[in-house]
């Protein structure tokens, strides 16, 4: 008998540019905030690669390109939301067009209401000044660190 196991992918892009600073999402959803990268969760039918593309028009509103796998998870981790085992892949990336977002400086620095209550803003980060702390959930943290050892 096939057994189900909830297990919630999510796919990630770590998109630096040309100032050698990383493009990082402020979000509010659940009652909750939280700072990661762009991405999200993969749906069903759906290759990680196409999964992450989607995620950036969605979210970003350009496209990107896939330069390489950068990490997975490589350990246990509940989801923050529900009872789900969170998987997630981190790819590097780059833009194929402008960005054309609204940049803050703060974090958290949200326009107004949502009509599905959820709130968004972004931010570049120096990549000389980031820390773990900068995100939020513990496979980012864990991203941003391996991220920290190959800029030595």
């Known amino acids: 008998m096939l057994k189900k196991y909830p297990f919630n992918i999510r796919v990630y892009g770590l998109l630096i540019n040309e100032s050698n600073q990383l493009l990082i999402s402020d979000e ?9 990268f762009p991405g999200g969760g993969l749906e069903y039918g759906e290759g990680l690669p196409d999964g992450l593309k989607r995620e950036f028009l969605e979210e970003c509103f350009f496209e990107i390109e896939i330069l390489n796998h950068f990490y997975t998870t490589d350990f246990y981790l509940k989801s923050a939301f529900d009872d789900t085992q969170i998987i997630s892949v981190y ?3 780059k833009n194929l067009s402008p960005i054309n977002l609204p940049i803050k400086t703060a974090p958290f620095d949200f326009d107004g209401e949502s009509a599905d209550g959820i709130l968004q803003s972004f931010r570049w980060l120096n990549l000389n ?3 773990i702390e900068d995100v939020t959930f513990p496979a980012d943290q864990k991203a941003v660190e391996l991220l920290l050892k190959t800029l030595k």
């Open 91 to 93: 790819y590097l990336v």
């Open 28 to 36: 509010e959803e659940y009652g909750m905030r939280f700072s990661k």
């Open 129 to 131: 000044q980031l820390k």
